[in-house]
Structure formats: structure tokens, C-alpha cells
């Protein structure tokens, strides 16, 4: 007989979205659920993402005009997916994604609009969308939340000002200087910031406003959610998951769970060991832009007790680069901008620059030799580039000395020389550079075709014709930053079914215990469908989950 400190319906081991939202749905459905979260920080990566929440087929879609269908959702991702996904599970997200949109947003403050103009990231694909289905939560006051703003995980990465901003703001007001229809963007996201400096509102946006708001509804439902609380063990009897032994103030606690337990912990991105032993060489914990606490040891947990793993190897992929003072940073908009090119140690091009950053880190990978290396790759730029747009944190047109010093930018008065100075091949990036200036003059890319998807387009400059992704690159002086596989977590973990729950080596599901997130293999496969598509699929299967364990599926 097991004794324990603690009973409830539902465990939650996990404070990101996915978690959050599998612990309001349980709340709603009549359940007592808790949410443990092992650092000082609730908000997991989803607190210092982008934000964008990828629901394809939403009400929001159909109040603005904008067709889609589950027909239409099953004919693109059964053209990008590919075969590691069982139709189950993708049958389920396509049927309960939009039905968890709907049912969360009743609840103040939870509030979703649509990113205006940001296609599916294989928009041109059968059943592949110009807009709509990418969304994000408005900026959030975070005063609201009291004592529990200072719980919110951070973001390590500072905007300038600090101001709160949204994937979309953070598109225009980047290109505001450079493009007069975007000016109004800027303004309104100033005078917004400011105003809640004044009123000391505590103003946060992106990843950060998406999980303020979560974790305000849970306030409101009285939803209990336990920082510096690190599970230790599921307790699994007779081959059904019945509650965890966690820590909680340097005491080891047992907490009955009398529905279930839902594992929504993130995945593996800071546990090296399991790195090394799963994914592609070379590969290591320094490059991923996740949250720290991701360190995969829930994923073990979850083997011990027999469960099967999928898609190990691969992850929430792009690049990253190292600014001065800065953790890593996803590199995402300025791969798009025109006048920018990415080469291995040859000096030649490999890819094209502006495609979805998971794709990036595939073709990093695909494309590396010792002859070619790719890890690092190198972007190359011009002074007009760096004089019309943004690098990481840094403003247009601003150099400052540590750039220099740290190695972070290498500069040089010729393309040869800048070559020399990063061991590129010289004359390799020299004949490089000058088929691209071709190129960014004709306004087509013939080699790996910049600028012809709307994904190509969605970060590059409008002002731009007649293709807002390329211009040439010959104003001296030139610029290099180097590139790494990085990424926003990994994609592999336990293996479940359409219900959210795990499945063994033998098939047969591990009653009561389900996986959602980046702890669970993802439904999305080895592609990545759009705009928030890591962060909607685990809302979605934490609904879902939280609808079995209420009996109500």
C-alpha cells in the first residue's frame, strides 16, 4: 500500500503550455488538478518562444473570411509529415486542435488573434495556407498577475528597451526604417511600451504573454501550480500511472493522482548524454535556445517504466548564433533579409537562406563533410546590410567594439580577406559572392530559388523589387557571424497514442499516464507546418489528454 502527502485527480509535470492547458481543461471538465514545475520559473520554453500557436481550421479563421477545412488540414500535413505519425494521432489533432481553441478562450484572459500574413511554412503544398491558422495571445499586463509575475519564466534574451513585443511587431517595427508602411506598426508598439513603463503595468509579450495569460486563468480556477518542485518518480501499480513522488522544499512528498498523470516536461535539449547517444554528431547542449530546465530526465523516467521512444534524433531545429553578453539566439529574420548569404568552410552555398529554420539545421546536417563544413556555416553580409537591418540584438547601423573583440563579428575591407580571417576558402566565397550579386540583380535565384515562397517572404524587406530577399553584396566593408545547429528543443520522445497516452515496447498503453509536448514524439514528425508548430500540438494533446482522464472521450 502506497501512503501519501498529497491527493488530486490530475498531476501536471510541466508548467508550459501544453501543461498549463491539460491542467485547465481538467479543472473545467470537474477535475482538482496541480501543476509541478522542477525550477523557480514557471512558462518552459513556451514562456521564451515566439508565441505563435499553430491551430489550423480555428473559429478565427472562419469570423475573418478565411476558408480552411479538416480536409484541407489532412491533405497538407499528409503532404509534409511523412510516414513516422500514426493517422490516429494526426486524426485527433486535426479534430480537437480547433475544439481546444475554442474551449480555452472562454475563459478570461486567455485571448488568441490572428498573425496577420504569416503563411504555413510549405504554404504552396496541397491544402497549405496563405494565413490564419498561425496565432498568437496579445501583450498581457503582467501587474495582473501579482506576486506570480515574478514566477514567469524570463526571457534571456533582452529586446531593445526591453519592450514587450509580438512575433509580428517584431517583423514591421524591424523593418520601419527601411519600409514606410510598417512606420505606424513601430509607432503603436512604442507609445504601448511607454505608456506601460508610466503605469508600471509589467507589459510581456511573445511567449511570455501566452503563458501570463494561462497561468492567470489557472488563478482564477484556483489551479494550484508548485515551483521548485522536481518530480523524482511515477508510481506506476498494476501497469497503471496512480501518482509521482516529487520534491518539494527539500522533502520527498507523494502525490496521488486519481485520473492520471499528464508528463508535459519538455524534452531532452540540455542532457547531453542523451544528445550524443540519439541525434547526429556533432551535436552538444551549447547551441539550443531552450528553456534550461528541458534536461530529458522525464523522458527517462518514462523508459524505465517501458515505454517506447520515437524520432530521438531530430529536433525543433534552427540556427543560432552567439551576440556578446547573450545566450544563444534563433536566428529566424535575418536569413531573409536581402543582401545575406550562408556558405560552408568552402565558401559555397548550400541551401537556401530563408527557408523554415527546422529545414536549416536538415540541410546543415545533410550537407556536412570535412571537405564542406557546415558547423559552423557563415553568413556574410555587407555594410548596407548591417546599416538597414537588425543582428540578433543589435540595432541597424550599430558596431560596437565587443562584437569585434569576442570573434561574435569578423570584419574586412574585401571578400577575400574576410575569408581569409574565418578559414573559409577564398577564392571559393570570391566566385560565391559574384554568381550571387548576379543573381540579387536579375531578382531570381536559379541555385536554391530565395524568395519564391511566401515563408521566403514573410521576413524579407518589402522595399526590395523585385525580390524583397535578394540584393547583392559589394559595399565594403563585409561582415561574418558564425551559424550552429541550434534549436528550440527536441521533437523525440514518448511514443503515445490519439488519446495522449503512452505506449509501450509491446503496444499496449501504461493506463493513466500520458505525455504531451516535447516529452512525447511529436505528432508533427520531422516537419515543422507553420507558425507555432510545436506549441499548439501540445495544448491540443493536453486537452485531449485531460478529456480522457475526465472519462470524457
Known amino acids: 500500500?502506497?501512503?501519501?502527502?498529497?491527493?488530486?485527480?490530475?498531476?501536471?509535470?510541466?508548467?508550459?503550455?501544453?501543461?498549463?492547458?491539460?491542467?485547465?481543461?481538467?479543472?473545467?471538465?470537474?477535475?482538482?488538478?496541480?501543476?509541478?514545475?522542477?525550477?523557480?520559473?514557471?512558462?518552459?520554453?513556451?514562456?521564451?518562444?515566439?508565441?505563435?500557436?499553430?491551430?489550423?481550421?480555428?473559429?478565427?479563421?472562419?469570423?475573418?473570411?478565411?476558408?480552411?477545412?479538416?480536409?484541407?488540414?489532412?491533405?497538407?500535413?499528409k503532404s509534409i509529415v511523412g510516414e513516422h505519425v500514426p493517422d490516429a494521432n494526426l486524426e485527433a489533432f486535426i479534430k480537437f486542435a480547433p475544439e481546444m481553441l475554442r474551449c480555452i478562450t472562454k475563459i478570461p484572459p486567455i485571448k488568441f488573434q490572428i498573425m496577420d500574413g504569416y503563411s504555413d511554412y510549405y504554404a504552396e503544398k496541397p491544402g497549405g495556407k496563405m494565413g490564419g491558422r498561425g496565432l498568437m495571445a496579445p501583450v498581457y499586463s503582467g501587474s495582473k498577475l501579482g506576486k506570480l509575475y515574478h514566477e514567469l519564466r524570463p526571457s534571456p534574451v533582452k529586446p531593445p528597451f526591453n519592450f514587450a513585443i509580438t512575433i509580428i511587431e517584431?517583423?514591421?517595427?524591424?523593418?520601419?526604417?527601411?519600409?514606410?508602411?510598417?512606420?505606424?506598426?513601430?509607432?503603436?508598439?512604442?507609445l504601448r511600451n511607454l505608456y506601460g513603463k508610466i503605469t508600471c503595468a509589467k507589459h510581456v509579450g511573445a511567449g511570455g504573454t501566452l503563458i501570463a495569460r494561462l497561468r492567470k486563468a489557472l488563478q482564477n480556477k484556483d489551479v494550484p501550480v508548485w515551483v521548485n518542485t522536481p518530480v523524482k518518480d511515477i508510481i506506476i501499480e498494476n501497469g497503471s500511472a496512480i501518482g509521482v513522488e516529487a520534491e518539494k522544499e527539500g522533502k520527498k512528498i507523494r502525490i496521488k493522482a486519481a485520473k492520471g498523470v499528464v508528463l508535459a516536461a519538455g524534452g531532452f535539449p540540455h542532457n547531453k548524454a542523451m544528445r550524443e547517444k540519439y541525434q547526429k554528431h556533432p551535436i552538444g547542449t551549447e547551441w539550443t535556445a531552450a528553456a534550461p530546465g528541458n534536461t530529458g530526465e522525464i523522458i527517462e523516467m518514462g523508459v524505465e517504466k517501458g515505454a517506447a521512444t520515437k524520432l530521438m534524433d531530430d529536433a525543433w531545429w534552427g540556427p543560432t548564433h552567439f551576440p556578446p553578453g547573450d545566450p544563444?539566439?534563433?536566428?529566424?529574420?535575418?536569413?531573409?533579409?536581402?543582401?545575406?548569404i550562408i556558405v560552408n568552410s568552402a565558401g559555397k552555398r548550400f541551401l537556401n537562406e530563408s527557408v523554415p529554420?527546422?529545414?536549416?539545421?536538415?540541410?546543415?546536417?545533410?550537407?556536412?563533410?570535412?571537405?564542406?563544413?557546415?558547423?559552423?556555416?557563415?553568413?556574410?553580409?555587407?555594410?548596407?546590410?548591417?546599416?538597414?537591418?537588425?543582428?540578433?540584438?543589435?540595432m541597424p547601423g550599430v558596431m560596437e567594439k565587443k562584437n569585434f573583440k569576442n570573434?561574435?563579428?569578423?570584419?574586412?575591407?574585401?571578400?577575400?580577406?574576410?575569408?581569409e580571417k574565418m578559414d573559409i576558402d577564398p577564392s571559393g566565397l570570391s566566385e560565391t559572392v559574384k554568381r550571387f550579386n548576379k543573381f540579387a540583380k536579375e531578382g531570381k535565384d536559379p541555385d536554391f530559388g530565395k524568395g519564391e515562397t511566401a515563408y521566403d517572404r514573410f521576413y524579407s524587406d518589402p522595399s526590395i523589387k523585385p525580390n524583397s530577399c535578394l540584393a547583392p553584396i559589394d559595399k565594403p566593408p563585409y561582415y561574418c557571424v558564425k551559424l550552429w545547429p541550434g534549436d528550440l528543443g527536441t521533437k523525440g520522445g514518448l511514443v503515445t497514442d490519439e488519446r495522449a497516452q503512452v505506449v509501450k515496447e509491446d503496444g499496449e498503453t501504461i493506463k493513466g499516464l500520458y505525455a504531451i509536448g516535447n516529452t512525447?514524439?511529436?505528432v508533427m514528425g520531422n516537419t515543422y507546418p507553420g507558425p507555432g508548430g510545436s506549441i499548439g500540438p501540445a495544448m491540443t494533446f493536453g486537452y485531449v489528454a485531460a478529456l480522457h482522464a475526465a472519462g470524457k472521450i
Open 328 to 340: 544563444p539566439i534563433f536566428m529566424v529574420l535575418e536569413r531573409s533579409y536581402p543582401g545575406c
Open 520 to 522: 512525447s514524439a511529436s
Open 1 to 77: 500500500m502506497t501512503s501519501w502527502d498529497q491527493e488530486t485527480d490530475l498531476v501536471v509535470v510541466g508548467s508550459g503550455g501544453g501543461g498549463m492547458t491539460a491542467a485547465l481543461t481538467a479543472k473545467l471538465e470537474g477535475l482538482n488538478s496541480i501543476v509541478l514545475e522542477k525550477t523557480e520559473y514557471y512558462g518552459g520554453t513556451t514562456a521564451i518562444s515566439g508565441g505563435g500557436v499553430w491551430i489550423p481550421n480555428n473559429y478565427l479563421m472562419a469570423e475573418a473570411g478565411i476558408e480552411d477545412s479538416e480536409d484541407d488540414v489532412r491533405t497538407y500535413l
Open 407 to 419: 570573434g561574435y563579428i569578423t570584419e574586412a575591407d574585401t571578400i577575400e580577406e574576410l575569408a
Open 357 to 394: 529554420y527546422v529545414d536549416y539545421v536538415h540541410e546543415v546536417y545533410k550537407n556536412h563533410t570535412e571537405e564542406a563544413s557546415t558547423i559552423p556555416s557563415y553568413l556574410i553580409i555587407d555594410k548596407r546590410y548591417r546599416n538597414r537591418y537588425i543582428m540578433g540584438t543589435r
Open 170 to 190: 517584431i517583423r514591421k517595427s524591424c523593418l520601419a526604417k527601411v519600409y514606410m508602411p510598417y512606420i505606424p506598426c513601430a509607432v503603436k508598439m512604442i
